[in-house]
């Protein structure tokens, strides 16, 4: 693992958290993106070499909206970036962590991502998440 990439934390409205989540960091959010795949809308923020990202469901029915109901808005995963994606997900379930997805799936901010299941993380759910490289 590189660094910690992010914070991601469920928040019910994104409209009330932006302006709350830019007074307390003193940072402006510098980019709001729908995910489509994962139901969720999120907005990002930087505080020195982490970033913060809000993540608001889109349906009523998605991962986030049953997470906030089942324990209330907080703090969602932790993220770490990871130079292989692929290695590192076939590393983890070597040591015997459990794996979300299969395969790495498009995330936010250009990122391929995979989640480890929280039973094998001591309840932490943890992304995994590699910068997408542009093919020329």
Known sequence: ML?????????????????????????LCYKTESVETEQVNTAFFKTGDTKIELL???????????YIEKKGEGIHHIAFEVADIEAEMARL???????????PKQGADNKLVCFLHPK???????????EMRVEI
């Open 120 to 130: 094998t993380t001591n309840g932490v759910l943890v992304e995994l998440c590699q």
């Open 56 to 66: 608001e469901s889109s349906n009523t029915n998605g991962v986030i909206a049953k």
């Open 93 to 103: 379930q070597t040591e015997g962590f459990v794996l979300l997805n299969e395969k």
């Open 3 to 27: 660094k910690l990439e992010h914070i991601g934390i469920a928040v019910k409205d994104l409209t009330a958290s932006v302006p709350l989540f830019e007074k307390l960091l003193n940072s």
